[in-house]
């Protein structure tokens, strides 16, 4: 089953989501990480939307699965900066739940979409029935900022060809798997430009977010965080040699500070963990035992 995108009139100006499964379905919401986009989710969209028949009896039909491209991201397009920042892209997300008619929602965040979910919890509680943190929790490992600031520097360039721009990408070395997720991904954000093509994402809304999260403490949130929460953390290094954007110690400190916190390892990068099968089941598990308990 395919997403189907649409175009959601929210205060800011329009946003991009990418929606999958039953519109009957328990909703689930789904926040990018900094340059990424709602295709980010596609694997574990897939998962969430389709008939799983090893879920509790009235799951088993599929969530309905509602992936945001973030203001500035993808096909949203960029608004004032006052509508950036965690706070701004939470806002986002509260009122494309309240315009899809979602009263309550599972929410799931990856690397800074994590921020921004823990944001929206602390903003309306009582709307955030289920929180998955996907390798986002805290202040990353010092190592792992240089690598996350060079894939910002892809923005607001013209390559010759799609081809070449994932060439770019994939000599990194860090977005994996590239064919099963990445590659599509990637190709998503390209638009036709004067000498080839150009990501849609814009450089300047990712520069704003990033100046935005150098001045906030993601730790902030932790005792709002009232709710069942998952930890889903990459077990691998962001690329070979660097180190972790959830580092153990990150890890141990966030489940001694939200009692409501559980973790999964994932044998993955952060990038590779957003197809991983054990994280995928892992994410469906916990939303479906949460509900039946």
């Known amino acids: 089953m395919n997403a189907v995108s649409v175009d959601l009139q929210v205060a800011a100006g329009p946003l991009r989501a990418l929606r999958r499964g039953p519109e009957s379905g328990a909703p689930v919401f789904c926040v990018p990480g900094l340059s990424a986009n709602g295709r980010s989710f596609?694997?574990?969209?897939?998962?969430?939307?389709?008939?799983w028949w090893s879920r509790p009896l009235r799951f088993r039909r599929g969530h309905h699965v509602v992936a945001l491209d973030l203001r500035g991201r993808g096909f949203s397009p960029a608004a004032s900066p006052d509508n950036l920042g965690w706070r701004g892209h939470a806002l986002d997300v509260l009122a494309a739940a309240e315009k899809i008619g979602a009263a309550q929602f599972d929410l799931i965040g990856h690397s800074m979409g994590a921020f921004v979910s823990m944001q929206a919890?602390?903003?309306?509680?009582?709307?955030?029935?289920?929180?998955?943190?996907?390798?986002g929790a805290g202040v990353p490992e010092p190592a792992v900022i240089p690598p996350i600031l060079a894939a910002v520097q892809r923005l607001g360039v013209t390559y010759p060809s799609a081809e070449a721009y994932c060439e770019e990408i994939r000599k990194?070395?860090?977005?994996?798997?590239?064919?099963?997720?990445?590659?599509?991904?990637?190709?998503?954000d390209l638009q036709a430009v004067a000498g080839g093509v150009s990501p849609r994402t814009s450089k300047q809304a990712v520069l704003a977010d990033v100046l935005y999260g150098a001045g906030q403490d993601a730790r902030l949130f932790w005792p709002q965080l009232q709710m069942p929460t998952l930890l889903v953390r990459a077990a691998r290094p962001l690329l070979p040699e660097t180190g972790f954007?959830?580092?153990?110690?990150?890890?141990?400190?966030?489940?001694?500070?939200?009692?409501?916190?559980e973790a999964v390892e994932i044998?993955?990068?952060?990038?590779?963990?957003?197809?991983?099968?054990?994280?995928?089941?892992?994410?469906?598990?916990f939303l479906a035992r949460s509900r039946s308990a």
């Open 42 to 51: 596609d694997a574990i969209s897939a998962r969430l939307a389709a008939p």
């Open 121 to 135: 919890a602390a903003l309306d509680p009582g709307r955030v029935r289920r929180l998955v943190l996907i390798d």
């Open 172 to 188: 990194i070395g860090a977005a994996v798997p590239w064919e099963e997720l990445w590659k599509d991904h990637y190709l998503y």
């Open 245 to 261: 954007v959830v580092g153990a110690a990150l890890r141990d400190a966030f489940l001694a500070a939200v009692p409501s916190a």
């Open 267 to 285: 044998d993955a990068n952060h990038y590779g963990i957003m197809a991983h099968p054990d994280a995928l089941r892992a994410i469906d598990d």
